[in-house]
């Protein structure tokens, strides 16, 4: 079947810290991969996607690469800021299901000053 | 902007009774519709997938007969929970596929907080 697995949360990082969310999945046929991020009280945004193997997604200084030799899809972040401070949801699609998304537990992130 | 959009934000009903959230995709048609629950610090749990003018598909463990979806137009659809109870409070979130902008991007709504008192 098809899954998600996030690293377990909560993370804390003082602010311009290296940021690295891990994220695998399994999956029968080819997804597509996402990051979502939710800030408290809110619904999820698109953060960044990558459609096909050996993409790389990047926004708001952020970036993961569709590895599928290693079924991963990691988040980075250079330099991270206490505005980064959310839940970060890895999610995969596939697209003979319907497109339905199916996320992973999600990773609470927490930047301190 | 926001392009799909949810209402009520929040609400809070008492047992028993029902409550009807709305997600309307705001500039484009939206042919799929998928509805989410999320308890707090969880994951997103997918509770069923609506196409517009045809009978939603409920995922497994969920029921249809309790959480009522309408797709009645490209642009709107609807969960009713029928006879809410407390164990229903949680946070309900939409998402839309369609056609028009953007081409196939999922777009998720705000979502709506329910309490049941």
């Known amino acids: 079947g098809n899954s998600v697995t996030q690293m377990e949360g909560p993370v804390t990082l003082s602010e311009e810290a290296f940021l690295t969310i891990n994220c695998t999945y399994t999956?029968?046929?080819?997804?597509?991969l996402f990051w979502y991020v939710q800030y408290p009280g809110e619904g999820l945004q698109l953060l960044l996607k990558?459609?096909?193997?050996?993409d790389k997604g990047s926004n708001k200084g952020f970036e993961a690469t569709y590895r599928k030799e290693t079924t991963s899809f990691h988040l980075e972040k250079g330099s991270v800021q206490v505005s980064d401070s959310a839940v970060y949801f890895c999610?995969?699609?596939?697209?003979?299901?319907?497109?339905?998304?199916?996320f992973g537990q999600g990773t609470e992130l927490s930047v301190k000053p | 902007g926001a392009v799909v959009s949810q209402h009520p934000s929040r609400v809070i009903c008492k047992s028993g009774t029902s409550v009807k959230i709305e997600c309307r995709s705001l500039?484009?048609?939206?042919?799929?519709m998928f509805w989410y629950r999320q308890f707090p610090k969880q994951s997103l749990m997918l509770m069923a997938t609506?196409?517009?003018?045809?009978?939603?598909?409920?995922e497994q463990g969920v029921e249809k007969d309790k959480f009522l979806i309408n797709h009645a137009s490209l642009t709107l659809s609807t969960l009713t929970v029928t006879s809410a109870h407390p164990e229903d409070s949680s946070f309900y979130i939409c998402?839309?596929?369609?056609?028009?902008?953007?081409?196939?991007?999922?777009?998720f709504g705000e979502g709506s907080w329910l309490t049941v008192v």
């Open positions: 609506s196409n517009e003018g045809s009978k939603a598909t409920y």
């Open positions: 500039d484009f048609q939206a042919t799929t």
């Open positions: 990558a459609t096909k193997a050996d």
């Open positions: 999956a029968t046929g080819y997804p597509s």
């Open positions: 998402s839309a596929r369609g056609v028009g902008r953007s081409g196939n991007t999922i777009y």
């Open positions: 999610a995969l699609k596939v697209e003979n299901q319907g497109g339905k998304l199916i």
